[in-house]
Protein backbone atom coordinates (compact mmCIF):
# COMPACT_ATOMS: atom_id res chain seq x y z
CA UNK A 1 0.00 0.00 0.00
CA UNK A 2 0.90 3.69 -0.39
CA UNK A 3 -0.06 7.06 -1.67
CA UNK A 4 -1.07 7.24 -5.04
CA UNK A 5 -1.72 10.02 -7.99
CA UNK A 6 -3.12 9.57 -11.49
CA UNK A 7 -2.49 12.30 -13.96
CA UNK A 8 -5.43 12.18 -16.95
CA UNK A 9 -5.82 15.36 -18.79
CA UNK A 10 -7.86 16.01 -21.84
CA UNK A 11 -4.66 17.84 -23.60
CA UNK A 12 -2.28 15.13 -22.89
CA UNK A 13 -2.53 13.55 -25.84
CA UNK A 14 -0.88 13.11 -29.42
CA UNK A 15 -2.73 12.51 -32.87
CA UNK A 16 -0.51 9.71 -34.45
CA UNK A 17 -1.18 7.54 -37.71
CA UNK A 18 0.03 4.06 -37.76
CA UNK A 19 -0.64 0.48 -38.54
CA UNK A 20 -1.11 -2.80 -36.60
CA UNK A 21 0.88 -5.78 -37.91
CA UNK A 22 -0.29 -9.13 -37.42
CA UNK A 23 0.76 -12.56 -37.98
CA UNK A 24 -1.25 -12.63 -41.62
CA UNK A 25 -0.75 -9.28 -42.63
CA UNK A 26 -1.82 -5.90 -41.40
CA UNK A 27 -3.90 -3.24 -40.69
CA UNK A 28 -4.40 -0.24 -43.32
CA UNK A 29 -2.86 2.92 -41.96
CA UNK A 30 -5.28 4.79 -40.24
CA UNK A 31 -4.67 7.01 -36.92
CA UNK A 32 -6.03 8.12 -33.39
CA UNK A 33 -5.97 10.78 -30.90
CA UNK A 34 -4.16 9.20 -27.92
CA UNK A 35 -4.40 10.07 -24.64
CA UNK A 36 -1.68 9.21 -21.93
CA UNK A 37 -2.27 8.78 -18.37
CA UNK A 38 0.11 8.06 -15.61
CA UNK A 39 -0.09 6.94 -12.32
CA UNK A 40 2.64 7.38 -9.29
CA UNK A 41 2.71 5.36 -6.06
CA UNK A 42 5.25 6.39 -3.19
CA UNK A 43 5.55 5.02 0.34
CA UNK A 44 5.60 8.43 1.74
CA UNK A 45 4.64 12.19 1.36
CA UNK A 46 6.97 15.12 1.63
CA UNK A 47 5.48 18.12 2.53
CA UNK A 48 1.84 16.44 2.09
CA UNK A 49 2.86 15.92 -1.70
CA UNK A 50 3.72 12.85 -3.68
CA UNK A 51 5.30 14.59 -6.66
CA UNK A 52 4.66 18.25 -7.95
CA UNK A 53 2.21 17.26 -10.23
CA UNK A 54 2.62 20.09 -12.95
CA UNK A 55 6.31 19.01 -13.39
CA UNK A 56 5.33 15.63 -14.15
CA UNK A 57 2.19 17.04 -16.61
CA UNK A 58 5.28 18.91 -18.32
CA UNK A 59 7.70 16.04 -18.86
CA UNK A 60 4.85 13.69 -19.88
CA UNK A 61 3.88 16.67 -22.38
CA UNK A 62 6.75 16.86 -23.94
CA UNK A 63 6.89 12.98 -24.56
CA UNK A 64 3.64 13.67 -26.44
CA UNK A 65 4.43 16.26 -28.07
CA UNK A 66 7.53 14.47 -29.85
CA UNK A 67 4.72 12.06 -31.49
CA UNK A 68 2.12 14.45 -32.02
CA UNK A 69 1.48 14.44 -35.99
CA UNK A 70 3.42 12.34 -36.87
CA UNK A 71 2.95 8.81 -38.73
CA UNK A 72 4.33 5.88 -35.59
CA UNK A 73 6.69 2.95 -36.98
CA UNK A 74 8.03 0.52 -35.57
CA UNK A 75 11.47 -1.10 -35.91
CA UNK A 76 10.15 -4.73 -37.58
CA UNK A 77 12.13 -6.89 -39.57
CA UNK A 78 9.22 -7.08 -41.87
CA UNK A 79 9.73 -3.39 -43.05
CA UNK A 80 12.21 -1.95 -45.31
CA UNK A 81 13.28 1.38 -44.99
CA UNK A 82 14.89 3.41 -47.17
CA UNK A 83 15.82 7.47 -46.70
CA UNK A 84 15.69 9.20 -50.33
CA UNK A 85 16.48 12.70 -50.62
CA UNK A 86 14.45 13.54 -47.41
CA UNK A 87 11.58 10.95 -48.19
CA UNK A 88 11.40 7.94 -45.72
CA UNK A 89 10.16 4.86 -48.13
CA UNK A 90 9.06 1.76 -46.39
CA UNK A 91 7.74 -1.74 -48.12
CA UNK A 92 5.68 -4.08 -45.29
CA UNK A 93 5.70 -7.67 -46.01
CA UNK A 94 7.67 -7.34 -49.54
CA UNK A 95 3.96 -5.91 -51.34
CA UNK A 96 2.77 -2.40 -49.84
CA UNK A 97 5.18 0.50 -50.62
CA UNK A 98 4.93 3.84 -48.83
CA UNK A 99 6.75 6.97 -49.36
CA UNK A 100 6.51 10.31 -47.31
CA UNK A 101 8.37 12.87 -45.86
CA UNK A 102 10.88 11.64 -43.29
CA UNK A 103 10.35 14.68 -41.17
CA UNK A 104 6.53 13.26 -40.91
CA UNK A 105 7.75 10.20 -39.50
CA UNK A 106 8.84 8.46 -36.13
CA UNK A 107 10.47 5.42 -35.80
CA UNK A 108 9.91 3.66 -32.78
CA UNK A 109 12.32 1.10 -31.00
CA UNK A 110 9.07 -0.98 -30.82
CA UNK A 111 8.13 -4.22 -33.12
CA UNK A 112 4.75 -2.90 -33.02
CA UNK A 113 2.58 0.30 -32.86
CA UNK A 114 -0.03 -0.71 -30.09
CA UNK A 115 -1.46 0.95 -27.24
CA UNK A 116 0.45 -1.48 -25.08
CA UNK A 117 3.46 -1.11 -26.59
CA UNK A 118 3.66 2.75 -26.71
CA UNK A 119 3.09 2.55 -22.99
CA UNK A 120 5.85 0.71 -22.79
CA UNK A 121 7.70 3.29 -24.59
CA UNK A 122 6.30 6.07 -22.82
CA UNK A 123 7.10 4.45 -19.91
CA UNK A 124 10.67 4.46 -20.35
CA UNK A 125 11.11 7.96 -21.51
CA UNK A 126 9.69 9.05 -18.66
CA UNK A 127 12.13 6.88 -16.54
CA UNK A 128 14.93 8.62 -18.47
CA UNK A 129 13.70 11.81 -17.63
CA UNK A 130 13.11 10.89 -14.15
CA UNK A 131 15.25 13.20 -12.70
CA UNK A 132 13.12 16.39 -13.92
CA UNK A 133 10.04 15.48 -11.83
CA UNK A 134 11.14 13.39 -8.98
CA UNK A 135 14.20 14.17 -8.35
CA UNK A 136 14.47 12.37 -5.14
CA UNK A 137 13.23 9.29 -6.00
CA UNK A 138 10.46 8.63 -3.55
CA UNK A 139 8.00 7.50 -6.43
CA UNK A 140 8.61 3.72 -6.49
CA UNK A 141 5.87 2.06 -8.88
CA UNK A 142 4.41 4.04 -12.34
CA UNK A 143 1.56 2.95 -14.53
CA UNK A 144 1.33 4.49 -17.99
CA UNK A 145 -1.87 4.13 -19.46
CA UNK A 146 -1.99 4.97 -23.49
CA UNK A 147 -6.01 5.26 -24.56
CA UNK A 148 -5.98 5.24 -28.78
CA UNK A 149 -9.97 5.73 -28.56
CA UNK A 150 -12.68 6.08 -25.47
CA UNK A 151 -13.26 3.19 -23.17
CA UNK A 152 -9.69 1.33 -24.89
CA UNK A 153 -6.20 1.79 -23.84
CA UNK A 154 -3.20 -0.36 -22.90
CA UNK A 155 -0.90 0.09 -20.20
CA UNK A 156 2.52 -0.36 -18.90
CA UNK A 157 3.72 -0.24 -15.02
CA UNK A 158 6.67 -1.44 -13.00
CA UNK A 159 8.37 -1.17 -10.23
CA UNK A 160 11.53 2.02 -10.27
CA UNK A 161 13.11 0.39 -8.64
CA UNK A 162 14.61 -2.74 -10.56
CA UNK A 163 14.94 -0.63 -13.17
CA UNK A 164 17.97 0.45 -11.68
CA UNK A 165 16.77 3.99 -11.29
CA UNK A 166 16.24 4.28 -7.13
CA UNK A 167 19.73 4.53 -6.01
CA UNK A 168 18.63 4.06 -2.25
CA UNK A 169 17.77 0.57 -3.44
CA UNK A 170 20.56 -0.70 -5.17
CA UNK A 171 21.88 -3.15 -2.16
CA UNK A 172 18.55 -4.63 -2.12
CA UNK A 173 18.63 -5.38 -6.10
CA UNK A 174 22.07 -6.64 -6.01
CA UNK A 175 20.87 -8.80 -3.13
CA UNK A 176 17.85 -9.65 -5.55
CA UNK A 177 20.32 -10.59 -8.22
CA UNK A 178 22.38 -12.55 -6.20
CA UNK A 179 19.44 -14.60 -4.56
CA UNK A 180 18.55 -15.42 -8.39
CA UNK A 181 21.88 -17.38 -9.31
Not at 83 to 107: G, I, K, S
Request: proline letters at 3%; one cysteine or more; a negative charge.
Amino acid sequence: MGYLIRIEKQNIKFSSAHFTLFTDGREALHGHNYVAAVEAEADQLQGGFLIDFSVLKTTLKSICSALDEKVLLPENPRIVYRLENHVLRFQVDEADEYAMPAEETVRLPLENITCESLAGYVHHLLCERREQWDPEKRVRRLRIWIEETPGQRGGYEDALEWLGLNHENAKDKENHEKGKR
